[in-house]
């Protein structure tokens, strides 16, 4: 009797009525149908024309590692530094490539001098092979983070591992399968001038068909917040189409400017509105998993809940969430830009001016329009597992001679 009651009580245990299954599954693979011909018809041909030599470097020219030994005295950290060394200079040995053992002089930022760096440290050097027109010669070009970046990855494994188990290394696996989606078709994709928004939202499509099922799991409630997901997408895709035009909004900044360089037809609207769309990815699939996983706590642990009542008690834990999404999505956005938001303080204009700078203005449309797509995604989620699971008994069940 008592492991029969906890049963009941779990969420699986809600059972779905086969038609409506039926039809939620049905309109899944419609729209997964979409999204496969939608990478088909998108993919990348991978004959894009770059304008001008998009080289890093010339021909010759390696990246070594190396080791420093020596730093200058006053620029932060100091190593076992050296008097006769100035300001932002360092000793190294090479310890990578054909000059390996060579000992070097190089010169670095400032601000690379005055951020630690310490005999011992590895670098990254840019290596000029000599030629006609003089010595071989090296720069610095990068303090080598890839030990430290890999620890601190570990740790974030072993965090996930311990506390969220096999579901969270399965989110961590649906990560890399987001990554090769990214890398793979989205940005080819752009840069053969496919719309941006389009690319976008069937690349977000794919992503969430395999990362739910992977990180939660095949079941009824996962396919009702993949439908809420796509909804979700569709209105984030619909807003980002409209308002970056109405809002006049060039989505050209320094980095587009030298992307424009390469890629003079790029169309920089378009990747802004991709932008949109995927920046509110993960924060979508959060709400949507949470209140399919509310209605169906909510119907296990009230069978005779009906349905309007279900709805209801589900969007007030809807309702807490958004308030505290939307604060996670403003202070990310916050986050990101504050190097922009610190030089319109220094600059003290008035907030309608600040509004009006293409920076400033870019961040409060992505803002607010996954805001919008998501707060909408929070009762369309709802809807459909309520609609979904179980009505509450009819009481006229019960009376005497009813079955």
């Known amino acids: 009797m008592g492991s029969g009651h906890s049963h009941t009580h779990r969420p699986e245990a809600v059972e779905v009525s086969r038609g409506a299954r039926t039809v939620l599954l049905a309109v899944l693979a419609v729209l997964a149908l979409a999204t496969v011909v939608g990478l088909v018809r998108l993919w990348p041909s991978g004959e894009s024309q770059i304008a001008g030599d998009t080289a890093f470097a010339a021909p010759g020219v390696t990246f070594p590692h190396a080791k420093v030994t020596k730093t200058s005295t006053g620029c932060g950290a100091d190593g076992g530094g050296a008097a006769d060394l100035s300001c932002g200079q360092i000793e190294a040995v090479v310890t990578s490539g054909e000059a390996s053992g060579e000992h070097i002089t190089l010169t670095v930022p400032a601000q690379v001098a005055g951020s630690g760096l310490a005999r011992g440290d590895s670098i990254q050097v840019m290596r000029v092979p000599a030629s006609d027109n003089g010595p071989g010669v090296y720069q610095f070009f990068a303090v080598d983070r890839a030990p430290g970046l890999g620890w601190l990855f570990l740790a974030f494994v072993l965090v996930v591992a311990a506390v969220a188990r096999v579901r969270g290394l399965l989110a961590i696996v649906g990560l890399g399968v987001a990554a090769l989606v990214i890398t793979r078709f989205m940005l080819p994709s752009l840069l053969d001038g496919r719309p941006g928004i389009a690319v976008a939202a069937v690349g977000a499509s794919a992503i969430m068909f395999v990362v739910l099922y992977l990180a939660h799991g095949v079941s009824t409630r996962t396919s009702t917040a993949l439908a809420g997901t796509l909804a979700g997408i569709a209105l984030t895709a619909g807003l980002a189409h409209y308002v970056v035009p109405a809002n006049r909004l060039t989505g050209f900044d320094e980095t587009a400017q030298f992307l424009a360089s390469l890629q003079p037809d790029l169309d920089f609207q378009g990747l802004l509105g991709a932008a949109i769309i995927l920046a509110g990815l993960g924060v979508l699939n959060d709400v949507t998993i949470t209140q399919s996983s509310a209605v169906w706590e909510l119907r296990a642990a ?66 607010l329009a996954t805001a919008i797509g998501l707060v909408l995604a929070v009762p369309i989620t709802t809807a459909i597992a309520a609609a979904l699971v179980p009505p509450h008994p009819d009481p006229a069940d019960s009376l005497p001679g009813r079955r």
């Not at 279900?310 to 308030?323: C, K, Q, T, V």
């Not at 403003?330 to 600059?347: D, K």
């Open 302 to 367: 009230g069978p005779d809940l009906p349905r309007r009542s279900l709805f209801a008690r589900a969007m007030r834990i809807g309702r807490d969430h958004i308030a505290s999404t939307i604060y996670t999505i403003v202070f990310a956005y916050a986050g990101a830009s504050m190097t922009v938001l610190l030089l319109l303080r220094i600059y003290d204009r008035p907030l309608l001016q600040v509004l009006a700078t293409e920076e400033i203005a870019t961040e409060v449309v992505r803002t």
